[in-house]
């Protein structure tokens, strides 16, 4: 009998997780994107409402700031900044570092756009962006090598936001060298 209570229980866990994996939000172009608040690289609170109905705005996630990618993936939009200026739009980078890590990663190098905090994955989790255990990287930073922690670690994914609020573009296979690229052409897309 008690075997049986541990599978019944053993099924009813699995039952659950596979009911919270089909509630998992999947935005599509055309969906109203989910509004959200953060803090920034100098700990203070960012909310995207402010953006909404003034700019169009990339969001991107990443796993982790000063990682070989993550580093590519922001240096490539630093060094194209004007052009998106150009599109008017607004950068957003998210990620599970701290604000702290997320402000010596800004000066390292030199980014010119929003770096937020998403130490728990709920600002991911609203954009369905997948979401796993945190972790900390040693690294050296201004000459000092220090342990940098983050409270997740999300999948790399972007977002356009048209400027009525809209998801205008998904990438979950982002190629972080190449995404600034082809938000671009996205936001190219929209002017037209």
């Not at 935005?27 to 989910?34: E, Q, S, T």
């Not at 052409?185 to 037209?192: H, M, N, S, V």
Request: proline share 3%; aromatic share 8%.
């Amino acid at each position: 009998m008690k075997i049986l209570g541990i599978f019944c229980f053993a099924l009813v866990i699995a039952s659950a997780g596979l009911f919270a994996a089909d509630e998992a939000v999947k935005l599509n172009p055309g969906d109203k994107a989910p509004a959200f608040t953060a803090k920034d690289a100098d700990g203070n609170t960012w909310n995207s409402q402010e953006v909404v109905g003034k700019q169009s705005m990339v969001v991107y996630f990443y796993p982790a700031a000063f990682t070989g990618g993550c580093t590519k993936q922001a240096c490539s939009y630093r060094d194209r900044l004007t052009e998106f200026k150009g599109m008017d739009a607004e950068i957003v980078a998210i990620s599970g570092d701290e604000p702290e890590t997320l402000k010596m990663f800004r000066k390292e190098h030199g980014l010119n756009f929003t770096l937020l905090s998403d130490p728990d994955g709920s600002v991911a989790q609203k954009f369905g962006v997948p979401v796993k255990q945190g972790g900390s990287i040693k690294q050296t930073v201004g000459g000092q090598e220090m342990t940098l922690n983050r409270g997740v670690t999300t999948s790399r994914w972007t977002f356009v936001i048209d400027k009525e609020g809209k998801i205008a573009y998904v990438n979950s296979q982002v190629d972080a060298a190449k995404d600034s690229e082809a938000v671009l052409a996205t936001l190219q897309g929209l002017k037209k």
